[in-house]
């Protein structure tokens, strides 16, 4: 964060689950470093049930994440698991 001469750091809740987890984060952040502030965004509904995780194994087995991350995220992932595609038709 300092690195970047951020002034916080932005983190997505998209259920109750998530919080007990982020809070955890937030407040030991805040103990190695008192200047670190953590907000808290919600997604629309349309995003609760999107993680990461889900995304990128979509990408993985070649599914299509368009409409689900930008355009740059999405090219970037293709071109990340572009290899594992030729790998597994071969």
């Not at 690195?3 to 805040?30: C, H, P, T, W």
């Not at 299509?64 to 790998?87: I, M, Q, T, Y």
């Amino acid at each position: 964060m300092k690195s970047q001469k951020s002034i916080a750091i932005v983190r997505g809740l998209r259920a109750v689950s998530d919080f007990e987890y982020e809070l955890q984060m937030a407040l030991m952040n805040r103990r190695l470093d008192s200047d670190i502030e953590t907000v808290f965004m919600m997604p629309s509904e349309e995003y609760t049930f999107l993680s990461s995780t889900m995304v990128k194994e979509v990408a993985f087995f070649g599914g299509s994440v368009k409409g689900l991350v930008p355009d740059v995220v999405e090219k970037a992932l293709k071109e990340k698991f572009k290899d594992h595609k030729l790998k597994s038709k071969s």
